[in-house]
């Protein structure tokens, strides 16, 4: 996000002792929203997706009416919009902006995807929830098991911003039966780092962080609108090719790996480090074959690869 520094993101309860380095997927995924005075952020009665972090201004809450004067007024570091992404309900108030603000702007997943992520994050949260409660507890009126919300917008991965492993698991599902039924390749490239375990021993967890970012991004930079790109594990990403065999899949991961590996990453405190080396497993479906085949094969592929040394490609 354009114009947001670290100064900024410190200064929000949220993110108080969160490291900000470690959610660096998460801030990109957010955007920033310029409110004009008077501009109603949240409708009451109205779904909310979304919760918003205040840089700068100040917002006023109304839980009836616009015209009542304001029962709560939030300065900058402050959040709303928590209650109704919880509780899954309408809006119980209306918040206006009294002011121009600066808001980040944060989707629902993207919130329990922080949560799940990082120990601070999730404790400054109820921090902010016992604060609500204890002016207002009438706010908080469902009763879905919180739980069952983790589980469900668990898709988001806080250091890349990719999606992950469950959200995968159904687009893979579907992607295969649209190619199945069109008759159309459907090809999977696996990526995995290599040697990143003795990396991150060597650099520093911190420096690992940074390479698995700049990775990330470098791969999703270089793709179709309509590939498809997630965080598969530690260090591994899947990419799906629609309509891509496996000899076009083969050019693409050629030209991925070369590039990707040529990007040194700058860390946060301006040294470089030599850029870990990346095995890549192919495959493509089959007649006869499941989804579960598809992955097997491509998981073979990169065994493959690592057997035979690493950085290269097998497929």
């Known amino acids: 996000m354009n114009n947001i520094s670290d100064a900024d993101l410190r200064r929000l309860t949220l993110f108080r002792s969160v490291n900000i380095e470690s959610i660096q997927g998460v801030i990109d995924a957010c955007t920033l929203r310029l409110a004009a005075s008077g501009e109603v952020i949240i409708h009451a009665g109205s779904p909310n997706r979304h919760i918003y972090l205040l840089l700068d201004g100040h917002l006023h809450i109304h839980p009836h009416c616009l015209s009542e004067e304001p029962v709560v007024v939030l300065g900058p570091g402050e959040m709303v919009g928590e209650m109704s992404v919880i509780d899954q309900q309408p809006a119980s108030a209306n918040v206006v902006a009294a002011e121009p603000c600066r808001i980040i702007v944060m989707e629902e997943d993207i919130l329990w995807s922080l949560i799940q992520s990082s120990h601070e994050a999730a404790r400054n949260l109820l921090f902010i929830l016992t604060s609500r409660l204890r002016h207002a507890d009438q706010l908080i009126t469902s009763d879905v098991p919180l739980g069952e919300e983790f ?43 290599d040697h990143f375990k003795a990396f991150n021993s060597k650099y520093g967890h911190a420096y690992g962080d940074r390479v698995l970012y700049a990775i990330s991004q470098n791969l999703s930079n270089r793709l179709r609108p309509t590939d498809i790109i997630a965080r598969y594990g530690g260090d591994e990403f899947v990419i799906l090719l629609p309509n891509f065999s496996i000899s076009a899949a083969r050019e693409v991961a050629e030209r991925l790996h070369r590039e990707v590996v040529n990007a040194v990453p700058m860390m946060p405190d301006g040294k470089s480090v030599p850029h870990p080396t990346l095995s890549i497993g192919l495959a493509e479906i089959g007649t006869g074959r499941s989804a579960a085949n598809l992955e097997s094969a491509a998981q073979a592929a990169l065994d493959c690869a690592k057997k035979n040394g690493g950085d290269c490609i097998v497929g």
Request: aromatic share 6%; hydrophobic share 40%; charged share 25%.
């Open 151 to 193: 589980d469900h917008y668990e898709n988001v991965d806080a250091l890349t911003g990719l999606r992950g492993r469950k959200w995968l698991d159904h687009v893979i599902q579907r992607q295969f039966l649209r190619s199945m039924t069109c008759g159309e390749p459907l090809s999977m490239v696996l990526i995995d780092i």
